[in-house]
């Protein structure tokens, strides 16, 4: 069965870094999705994405993240500047033409230090 | 206002005993999906149902189902003939309006726990 893949599954980081977040989508998928989870709580969206353009993105997504998708394969998220306040698990979800299920990929723990 | 409500933050079942996890929802959209999530301790989350406001049967899939109350915004799932695997955290969550490719509105999770 296809699925998502993200990469790395961890990933440490200092403050002030830049991390980029790697998403591989379903083959046939046009529809992405990050959306972050801080450890205990609930799973909160950050942003679609849509015909290589943003559709919507919440009150998180400030201008130190930035999504693209480089060589219409990956999906990435950017995180210019990291805050310890970022240390979060990321997911990434991507959603077929026909479908209204958002297949969520295994996630990448970020960690802040 | 919180969108999603799920009051059971924990729950503890016996194995093989049916379960029903509590979701409501607050929604003025005429258009909506309802999903449930899965996310055991490993991390990720897996889709388990969904259920569009204008479906008229209760979504079903193998041993979860949705009992989807519309006048009460009220969508539980309930697991049938639960198992050991099924110790996870559920989360309801909810797309509103007519477009799929809205984002998905998560609740807060109720952490379920099957006894042997």
């Known amino acids: 069965e296809p699925e998502v893949t993200q990469t790395p599954s961890h990933q440490v980081t200092q403050m002030g870094q830049e991390v980029i977040l790697r998403c591989v989508p379903i083959?046939?998928?046009?529809?992405f999705y990050w959306y972050r989870q801080i450890l205990g709580q609930k799973v909160e969206f950050l942003v679609s994405?849509?015909?290589?353009?943003?559709?919507?993105k919440s009150e998180i997504f400030d201008d130190q993240f930035s999504v693209e998708r480089p060589d219409g394969s990956n999906f990435t998220l950017k995180i210019r500047s990291t805050k310890l306040e970022d240390s979060a698990m990321y997911f990434c979800?991507?959603?077929?033409?026909?479908?209204?299920?958002?297949?969520f990929g295994p996630g990448t723990r970020l960690t802040v230090t | 206002a919180q969108k999603i409500t799920q009051t059971q933050p924990g729950m503890f079942v016996q194995e093989k005993e049916a379960v029903t996890l509590d979701c409501t929802y607050d929604?003025?959209?005429?258009?909506?999906?309802l999903f449930w999530y899965k996310q055991p301790s490993s991390g990720e989350m897996i889709f388990l149902i969904y259920?569009?406001?204008?479906?008229?049967q209760n979504a079903t899939e193998g041993r979860y189902s949705l009992n989807f109350q519309k006048a009460r915004k009220s969508a539980n799932l309930v697991i049938s003939a639960s198992q050991l695997g099924d110790s996870a955290m559920y989360f309801c969550?909810?797309?509103?309006?007519?477009?799929?490719?809205?984002?998905?509105?998560f609740g807060k999770g109720t952490r379920l726990h099957i006894l042997p």
């Open positions: 979800a991507t959603r077929g033409t026909d479908d209204y299920e958002q297949y």
């Open positions: 083959s046939n998928h046009l529809y």
């Open positions: 994405f849509y015909n290589n353009e943003i559709s919507e």
């Open positions: 929604t003025s959209d005429p258009s909506y999906g």
């Open positions: 259920q569009g406001s204008y479906d008229q």
């Open positions: 969550a909810m797309r509103e309006g007519p477009d799929r490719d809205d984002k998905i509105i």
